[in-house]
């Protein structure tokens, strides 16, 4: 399985600011998707990102709130914009495995926002 | 669309006993099933997956049977450790057009006491 690494792996912050969390692969995969668990909650996907094309979002996320670059196969990064106490969860990204079958989580971006 | 329903928690058990956690699931098609796991702190971790009916995945003396005719992927262990208390979840993978999108369940947490 590929290793996963994400920055910040915490951060608190101000309303109304933005936070840009990184996620790094050890390999190229194409595939990558971000999630988000609130807490005490299961997880939720936010969009796919594939290296080449626009993010695809799910329904209750837009672009705007949650911009994604994906520059390169091993590399993405989710922008949390505008935010508020509503934000505060953790946000994980994960890839699939050669055919996607199996996906394969970060260890999170844990963000308290005040 | 799709969903998957597991049984509410927390479960706590004395160590050595046996654990079942449910999980039905609702899609069109043919998903794949998968349960992953949380441990205190930490981000998720795949545990066990099948890809298709009957088939039975297993790790770390977890196991899960997918079954096609009530829809269920429960997962089972015959003797728990301490070190087994995390929270569990279970998913389900559907591909349509290119998308493969997991959809988890709220989550199972186990307790386990010495």
């Known amino acids: 399985s590929a290793v996963i690494s994400q920055k910040p792996s915490r951060d608190i912050c101000q309303r109304g600011t933005s936070l840009t969390i990184q996620c790094q692969v050890d390999?190229?995969?194409?595939?990558m998707f971000w999630y988000r668990q609130q807490p005490g909650q299961s997880l939720t996907l936010i969009a796919t990102?594939?290296?080449?094309?626009?993010?695809?979002?799910e329904s209750g996320f837009v672009i705007d709130k949650f911009p994604i670059s994906r520059p390169n196969l091993t590399f993405s990064t989710l922008t949390v914009s505008n935010m508020s106490p509503e934000d505060s969860s953790i946000y994980l990204c994960?890839?699939?495995?050669?055919?996607?079958?199996?996906?394969?989580f970060g260890p999170g971006t844990r963000l308290t926002v005040l | 669309g799709n969903s998957v329903t597991q049984m509410e928690g927390p479960v706590t058990l004395s160590e050595e006993a046996f654990l079942t956690i449910n999980c039905t699931y609702t899609?069109?098609?043919?998903?794949?099933l998968f349960w992953y796991v949380q441990y205190p702190g930490e981000g998720l971790q795949l545990l066990l997956k099948?890809?298709?009916?009957?088939d039975k995945g297993s790790n770390k003396g977890f196991e899960a049977t997918y079954r096609k005719e009530t829809t269920s992927f429960h997962l089972e262990k015959g003797s728990v450790q301490v070190s087994d208390s995390a929270v569990y979840f279970c998913?389900?993978?559907?591909?349509?057009?290119?998308?493969?999108?997991?959809?988890f369940g709220s989550g199972t947490r186990l307790q386990v006491q010495p």
């Open positions: 994960s890839v699939g495995s050669g055919r996607a079958d199996t996906q394969y």
């Open positions: 390999s190229q995969v194409t595939m």
């Open positions: 990102a594939n290296q080449g094309s626009e993010a695809t979002y």
């Open positions: 899609a069109t098609g043919y998903p794949s």
């Open positions: 099948a890809t298709k009916a009957d």
């Open positions: 998913a389900l993978l559907h591909s349509t057009a290119g998308r493969r999108a997991l959809t």
